[in-house]
């Protein structure tokens, strides 16, 4: 496996901070949310890290079996910290579930199987 690590402002970070860092420059990387997802075979689990309730909130939409995950600041304008796509094929869309603890945010998404 390939470790794609870059050094940006003495750190060494992966793609996705260096990224996150350049179009966001005002915030720290650990303001900045990270998400994970992980497969089981009945559903795929994401996982939201420095996730706050009280600054943020979290929409996602499905489109052409991709689910777009957008986190934003709750203020008068909106801004956009973080957007993630995921190949999710055979979800069931209206089943999603979440769960919140101590800053971070769990996505519960079903997958439906044809018989």
Same mark, same amino acid.
């Given at each position: 496996m390939t470790d794609f690590s870059l050094i940006y402002n003495n750190r060494v970070m992966n793609i996705e901070d260096f990224i996150d860092s350049i179009? !966001?420059?005002d915030f720290s990387i650990?303001?900045?949310p990270s998400c994970e997802i992980q497969e089981n075979?009945?559903?795929y689990c994401i996982q939201l890290e420095n996730y706050f309730k009280a600054k943020q909130t979290f929409q996602f939409y499905y489109k052409n079996s991709f689910l777009i995950l957008q986190i934003r600041l709750r203020q008068m304008k909106p801004k956009i910290l973080l957007t993630r796509m995921f190949f999710l094929p $055979?979800? $069931?869309i209206n089943k999603i579930s979440h769960? !919140? !603890?101590s $800053?971070?945010?769990t996505l519960k998404i079903p997958k439906i199987y044809y018989t």
């Amino acid at each position: 496996m390939t470790d794609f690590s870059l050094i940006y402002n003495n750190r060494v970070m992966n793609i996705e901070d260096f990224i996150d860092s350049i179009l !966001y420059p005002d915030f720290s990387i650990n303001k900045i949310p990270s998400c994970e997802i992980q497969e089981n075979s009945q559903f795929y689990c994401i996982q939201l890290e420095n996730y706050f309730k009280a600054k943020q909130t979290f929409q996602f939409y499905y489109k052409n079996s991709f689910l777009i995950l957008q986190i934003r600041l709750r203020q008068m304008k909106p801004k956009i910290l973080l957007t993630r796509m995921f190949f999710l094929p $055979n979800i $069931n869309i209206n089943k999603i579930s979440h769960t !919140y !603890y101590s $800053n971070s945010v769990t996505l519960k998404i079903p997958k439906i199987y044809y018989t």
